[in-house]
C-alpha cells in the first residue's frame, strides 16, 4: 500500500496514505511534523488513480521536491530503484514516497494518533477487498464504514475508537473463483495445519490459520441441528478445538472476520453470506450460511 516516511528532528515514522492525505504540524494532517518551522498543512499528497502526486499548501518558498510536473501545481511521485520521491522543507523536515502501491483501508486510533494496517488492524475491523467494516457488523457489506467515519470498538483492553481510511479511487479487481451465494460448496478442514480448503465445482480456495476453527464450530452445530449458537455456545465449542480459554466470548466474532478477510484474499466471494445471524429474545445467534458443508479431516 501507498506509504510515506516522514522525517524531522530524530523522528522517523513510516505512514500509510489515505487517497488523499496532509502532511504538516496540524492536528487534521495524516502525516504529522511536529517541528516549528513546518506549516500546518504543510503538502497535499494524493492518489491519482495511476499513481501519486504531491503540491505545496504552504511555505512554497522553501520547499524542494522532484519529480515530473504535472496540471494545476501538482508534481509526480514515484519510487524507482529502491528510491522515492523526496520532498524537503529546506533543511528542518522532509518526507519520502518509499511505496508506490494504491492506497488500502486503513484504521487511525483517534486518541493514540497511530494508524492500523495489517494484523493490527485485523483486530479491530474487517478488510474486504477496498472495504472496511466494524467487527459487529458481522460482516454485512451494508454495513462498510465510509472514508473519514469513525467507530468504536471494545476490546479487551476496553473502548477505542478509530478513524476509517477507505480508497476513494481504488477498487479490487482481484477475479472471484468461489461465489457462496450460489451454494454447494463443500469445505474440508484440517485441524492439525488449521487449513481449510472450500470447493465449488472445479473451483478451489484454500486458506490457513486460527480462524478456521470457527468453520468447525458452526459446521458441527449445522449437522446436528438447525445450529443456532448463541456467543457463549460457539466460545464453549471453540474453546474445546484449541483456542485459548483466556479470550473474551468476543473472539468467536473476531475470528469470523478475520476468517471472512482471509477467504476474500482467495477469491471467494459473497461472504456476506457465510454466517446468518438472527435475535432470539435476549441472545444473538449465528449459524453457518445454508449451502455450505463442513467436513474434518481425522
Known sequence: MGSLFVAYDDIRRLVPLASISLVGRGSACLARVHHPACPAHWLEVRWTGTGWAWRALASVERTRGAGRPLPDGWTA???EEDR???????????????????PEPFAWDVV???PLDGPELEEVAEVRGDLLLPLSAEGDARQALADGACWVHHGPDGPRTFRAHVPTHFSSTQATRIELA?????????????????????RTATVQGACVRTLVVYGNARDHGEGWLTAAEAW?????????????????????????????????????????????????????????????VG
Open 77 to 79: 511521485m514515484s519510487v
Open 84 to 102: 522515492g520521491t523526496r520532498v524537503s522543507l529546506g533543511s528542518d523536515a522532509w518526507v519520502e514516497l518509499v511505496d508506490a502501491g494504491p
Open 112 to 114: 493514540a494518533a497511530v
Open 182 to 202: 450460489r451454494g454447494e460448496v463443500f469445505v474440508l478442514v484440517d485441524p492439525a495445519d488449521l487449513r481449510a480448503t472450500l470447493r465449488q465445482g472445479q
Open 236 to 296: 464453549a465449542a471453540w474453546t474445546e478445538l484449541g483456542a485459548a480459554e483466556d479470550r473474551p466470548l468476543e473472539a468467536v466474532g473476531w475470528e469470523r472476520a478475520r476468517l471472512r478477510q482471509r477467504l476474500d484474499r482467495a477469491g471467494v466471494g459473497d461472504l456476506d453470506v457465510l454466517f446468518e445471524t438472527r435475535k432470539d429474545g435476549a441472545f444473538v445467534k449465528t449459524r453457518l450460511g445454508a449451502g455450505i458443508e463442513v467436513d474434518v
